[in-house]
């Protein structure tokens, strides 16, 4: 691998570790600050809401803006300077006493949000043309911070309150900054355009992406309806208390992080469209079902496929929006994700009404409906651009292999860099220890052994919440947290509770590639395909 690949992928890793710390912290608060403005500040309701307007206005108004930016400056720099200020937003949310202060932090949110994301998505994009699967990489990393982030949010509250989860949220924007300070610069510099021509190509942008911004709107505001819709049954339908509801979701986020690579594959195999209209058809098929779930539980199975759909729905528009963009990807992502915004706003206006107005089964259909539409509008929308219903398969991960550029690259498929990089000799790479399946089973049960000793500790210390789980009543203990409320002590076992769940989701996780790889085995004795004594000689 040359120094030039290896500069690229690790400016990629960072930016991707950046964003598993941004996007944390930006769903946790915004899941949390309704909450929290009651119940700290004293607002209103409709001061609430004119706070979460704020913030989402300054943000649809920044996101052009924004994409100007990264397309004329380096983007790092962009995205370091809005993840800085979505940390001062959070550190203004800890000291605020009064509406005044919120508001200001909102609007410090709202525009750091904006440059830090489509900056990223800009920065995601420039190895596109050599690798498919980037965006997919990207929303799983978003995943995971959300999903690990509401797991440590929502068990240590208790323990440090509003204001300590602000602060470790902001302390982890702050990580996030160095990080992509520290990236590489990008290999191919953006052409910097005077004030004039940047706002020429941005209406141009705009007018050239308009079926797909028309598509990207129309699908999230079915989206944003249904899961607002979905909130408001689980709150007042089913009773459910704050910390329940993000549960019900919490799986579906799990699920989204650890399949959107996977789901590439499916879009290499059968293309963008015929991917498009069937995921559109699953998310159709969740929300009439909605209609007639039982129980939360099952509400949760079903919203695991939901968001399965998502996680197939958008690194595919991502990546045909960075296509159509060519070197202007900036201006692309920009006024993506202020169509994406602007459907969310209205979904969630509609689906206040639909929820008022008529009942539940009918509000479901409804959303239902919308959904079904999307499965026709979408990919039309993805043909209208010109862009390859196909992308090529992302290169393989072994580390062996060096990386060869694409002699002769496709044009919609040049990114921000707008050339092809000349092939160079590859340096030697030390060949890497094969992760078999009896080292991946060896490294797991090292993980355990660590964990079982830590849990032993906190059993003796009477710090255990696996202890509490089964003494203490086991509904109580998984949705409270068992009651350790305050100070050190509440940290620990808090720390223990979250270790829990990720100890779960990892056994989860690797005993399902154990297995996938159990099946794809070869009948005789197990060796690896490629060092089997049976393909030898092929």
């Given at each position: 691998m040359t120094k030039h690949s290896r500069a690229r992928r690790r400016r990629e890793g960072n930016t991707l570790l950046a964003a598993t710390l941004t996007n944390g912290p930006t769903e946790l608060i915004d899941f949390l600050l309704p909450l929290w403005a009651g119940a700290a500040i004293g607002l209103g309701a409709t001061e609430v809401g004119i706070l979460l307007a704020v913030e989402m206005a300054v943000s649809v108004v920044m996101r052009p803006l924004a994409g100007v930016l990264a397309d004329t400056y380096e983007r790092r720099y962009v995205a370091a300077a809005g993840a800085a200020l979505y940390a001062l937003s959070t550190l203004g949310y800890a000291l605020a006493q009064s509406a005044p202060l919120a508001y200001a932090a909102a609007a410090v949110g709202g525009a750091g949000g904006a440059l830090l994301w489509v900056a990223v998505r800009a920065i995601i994009s420039e190895r596109l043309a050599e690798d498919s699967a980037v965006f997919p990489r990207l929303l799983a990393a978003q995943e995971n911070g959300s999903w690990i982030a509401f797991l440590v949010g929502m068990t240590l509250i208790s323990a440090i309150d509003?204001?300590?989860?602000?602060?470790?949220?902001?302390?982890?924007?702050?990580?996030?900054?160095?990080?992509?300070?520290?990236?590489?610069?990008?290999?191919?510099?953006?052409?910097?355009?005077?004030?004039?021509?940047?706002?020429?190509?941005?209406?141009?942008?705009?007018?050239?992406?308009?079926?797909?911004?028309?598509a990207v709107a129309f699908t999230m505001t079915a989206e944003a309806a249904i899961s607002l819709l979905l909130v408001l049954h689980l709150q007042r339908g089913f009773g459910l208390e704050v910390l329940e509801v993000a549960f019900v979701f919490l799986p579906g986020a799990i699920a989204m992080s650890m399949a959107a690579e996977r789901l590439h594959t499916f879009?290499?195999?059968?293309?963008?469209?015929?991917?498009?209209?069937?995921?559109?058809?699953?998310?159709?098929?969740?929300?009439?079902?909605?209609?007639?779930?039982?129980?939360p539980v099952v509400i949760a199975a079903l919203w695991i496929l939901s968001g399965l759909a998502w996680a197939a729905v958008m690194p595919i528009q991502q990546a045909v929006i960075a296509e159509a963009s060519g070197e202007q990807t900036g201006r692309g992502m920009g006024v993506y994700e202020s169509a994406s915004l602007l459907g969310a706003l209205a979904g969630s206006l509609a689906a206040g009404t639909l929820y008022d107005s008529v009942e539940w089964a009918v509000a479901c259909l409804v959303a239902a409906a919308a959904l079904l539409a999307g499965s026709v509008?979408?990919?039309?929308?993805?043909?209208?651009l010109g862009v390859a219903d196909v992308p090529p398969p992302a290169p393989p991960k072994s580390p062996e292999e060096p990386e060869q550029p694409s002699e002769q690259p496709s044009e919609h498929l040049l990114g921000a860099a707008g050339r092809s990089v000349p092939a160079a000799t590859p340096e030697p790479v030390p060949e890497a220890v094969p992760r078999t399946p009896r080292r991946q089973v060896r490294e797991l049960?090292?993980?355990?052994?660590?964990?079982?000793?830590?849990?032993?500790?906190?059993?003796?210390?009477g710090l255990s919440w696996i202890?509490?789980?089964?003494?203490?009543?086991?509904?109580?203990?998984?949705?409270?947290?068992?009651?350790?409320?305050?100070?050190?002590?509440?940290?620990?076992?808090?720390?223990?509770?979250?270790?829990?769940?990720?100890?779960?989701?990892?056994?989860?996780?690797?005993?399902?590639?154990l297995l996938v790889a159990r099946i794809r085995r070869p009948a005789s004795?197990?060796?690896?395909?490629?060092?089997?004594?049976?393909?030898a000689g092929r």
């Open positions: 509003y204001q300590g989860v602000f602060l470790a949220c902001a302390a982890a924007c702050v990580v996030a900054t160095v990080l992509l300070l520290a990236s590489p610069s990008r290999a191919v510099p953006g052409k910097r355009a005077d004030e004039g021509v940047a706002a020429a190509g941005l209406g141009a942008m705009g007018r050239r992406l308009r079926p797909m911004l028309f879009v290499v195999r059968y293309g963008r469209t015929r991917v498009l209209t069937f995921a559109s058809l699953s998310s159709a098929a969740f929300a009439a079902n909605l209609a007639w779930a039982p129980h509008i979408v990919p039309r929308a993805v043909r209208s049960g090292a993980r355990l052994a660590v964990f079982a000793a830590a849990q032993v500790a906190l059993l003796l210390l202890e509490d789980l089964f003494t203490k009543g086991f509904t109580t203990t998984l949705m409270s947290g068992g009651g350790r409320n305050s100070g050190f002590e509440g940290l620990v076992y808090g720390g223990g509770r979250i270790w829990t769940f990720i100890v779960l989701v990892d056994l989860c996780w690797s005993c399902g590639r004795g197990g060796a690896p395909p490629e060092k089997s004594p049976l393909n």
